[in-house]
């Protein structure tokens, strides 16, 4: 729906073209936030996994085999366990915003929350995850893994799952970094 232009002062008042929306900007727009829950639920779903595969890498025959017996893998598991709690809180902020219509922050304030925590959470995904390869491979190398080769197995499919949340999270950042951009060039999150 467009409005008219109004005539103030002897000044034609035209109606900014930001709060003219096309029905096919509109399907843009849903495609775009869609797109965010899509990537930001399969972090989630990875990231989970992850902590739950690594918090449950212990064997009760072998007191020495067990995750929290080194430090890199309890850095996996509570990395994935908070970036899935993010990843959650960001769907349901994304299923508030596409049911209401509105940020639960303000604006400004949504913009560089999203992108800022997405970077943050990315880089603490990435680094534990590496340690966790690192302490991986290290485990092989002394032969941890041909006695006990069920906690090695489990604690890779752990890291692996925890490196797919990593790229899900990063093409979820590389959505709220557009919309930064889009923001700091239109005043408005939205590109359209």
Known sequence: MMRSPQVRNGVVDTPSPSHFHSSVSVHKLRRFNILVIV??????????????????NSRRDDDLDQWHHFDAFRFVAVAGAIVALYSLFEVGASVWEISRGATVFPEVAQVWFDFGHDQVFAYL????????TSLA?????IDTCTVNNAFCVQSDISIALGFAGFMFLGFSSLLSGFRVVSFI???????V
């Open 137 to 141: 491979r290290s485990l092989k190398e």
């Open 39 to 56: 990537f930001r639920f399969a972090c989630f779903c990875f990231s989970l996994a992850s902590a739950l595969f690594m918090f449950t």
């Open 185 to 191: 060039i239109n005043g408005s999150r939205f590109h």
């Open 125 to 132: 995904l990435l680094s534990a995850e590496s340690a966790g």
